[in-house]
């Protein structure tokens, strides 16, 4: 069993519905894709199960079997690659709050436009760390082999890097 602790940048919550479906399983939900790729590349079976779920001293506990190597990856490189690029990631972050409380506006168009030329100036990193994880799962795989599931990788490590979210993991 592996306990997984994901705190939350912008301050502690309270484990409802909403927090959940918005910001919880999406994060969740990207740890399985990379963990489905792996399964798929090395033709084995160890998808992230989640055995439950709760909330510890502020932090959000998830107790949890597979996944191993979606697990081990993101814990190092993750958290690596976020740092490397801080700066963008918090101003992507404050973008997307100030899109949530805006309506239909000129100011709305700009900011759309910024958060989409950072993201276009992330995208190579980005990718660098999706190949990384691709060799990391699949070291005797050929490239043309691997190249099938980028866009899947992509999409997920774009939330995961970009999440509010982040984890400690404990293998127990």
Do not use: K
């Not at 069993?1 to 969740?28: I, K, N």
């Not at 055995?51 to 107790?63: A, F, M, P």
Request: some cysteine.
């Amino acid at each position: 069993m592996t306990r997984v602790f994901l705190d939350d940048a912008r301050a502690p919550h309270l484990l409802t519905p909403d927090y959940l479906s918005r910001t919880v399983t999406p994060f969740l939900s990207a740890l399985a894709v990379l963990q489905l790729v792996a399964d798929t590349i090395r033709e084995h079976d160890d998808p992230l199960i989640i055995e439950q779920i709760g909330s510890e001293n502020g932090r959000l506990q998830v107790c949890l079997t597979g996944a191993g190597a979606a697990l081990q990856f993101a814990e190092r490189e993750l958290t690596r690659w976020r740092a490397q690029h801080e700066d963008v990631v918090r101003l992507m972050n404050e973008l997307e709050e100030m899109l949530s409380w805006l309506g239909e506006s000129e100011t709305r168009e700009r900011i759309l436009i910024e958060r989409e030329d950072l993201r276009v100036r992330l995208q190579p990193d980005l990718l660098r760390l999706v190949l990384d994880y691709l060799s990391h799962v699949s070291p005797n795989v050929p490239a043309l082999g691997q190249v099938v599931h980028i866009d899947r990788l992509l999409a997920a490590f774009h939330l995961l890097a970009f999440s509010a979210l982040t984890m400690a993991v404990i293998t127990t």
